[in-house]
């Protein structure tokens, strides 16, 4: 069983920065996809960034060119990053990872839902005052 936990998550005013982290632990197989996903109270979980084992990335157009993931697979556990810069107020929710044991496409990021992940963390919130 993966275990995923979130951990980064707080307030900033627009335009500032916030890095989120998530501890997972080992599992099974050389390949697979984490990914970030966020949700805002009343509306779906949506994702927003995906990373492969190979490195291989994608992101959704409202993050693109703010928001950088990145994937630590050199220790016991791995560990996903998501650097967030030039943060809006729409940024505001609470910030999920996911993993699974196949890869992600390269445009995946435009269909995939929660259904298509395996494992997920308990979130963390995060919050841009105007």
């Known amino acids: 069983q993966v275990q995923l936990v979130e951990s980064g998550g707080g307030s900033v005013q627009a335009g500032g920065s916030l890095r989120l982290s998530c501890a997972a632990s080992?599992?099974?197989?050389?390949?697979?996809?984490m990914a970030w996903f966020r949700q805002v109270p009343g509306k779906q979980r949506e994702v927003i960034t995906t990373?492969?084992?190979?490195?291989?990335?994608?992101?959704a157009d409202s993050v693109k060119g703010r928001f950088t993931i990145a994937l630590d697979n050199s220790n016991s556990k791995r560990t996903l990053d998501l650097r967030m810069n030039s943060l809006k107020p729409e940024d505001t929710a609470m910030y999920y990872c996911?993993?699974?044991?196949?890869?992600?496409?390269?445009?995946?990021?435009?269909?995939?839902?929660?259904?298509?992940?395996?494992?997920w963390g308990q979130g963390t919130q995060v919050t841009v005052s105007s």
């Open positions: 080992r599992r099974d197989g050389s390949h697979g996809c």
């Open positions: 990373i492969n084992s190979d490195g291989t990335v994608s992101y």
């Open positions: 996911a993993d699974r044991n196949f890869s992600c496409g390269p445009t995946a990021v435009h269909f995939l839902d929660v259904v298509d992940f395996e494992y």
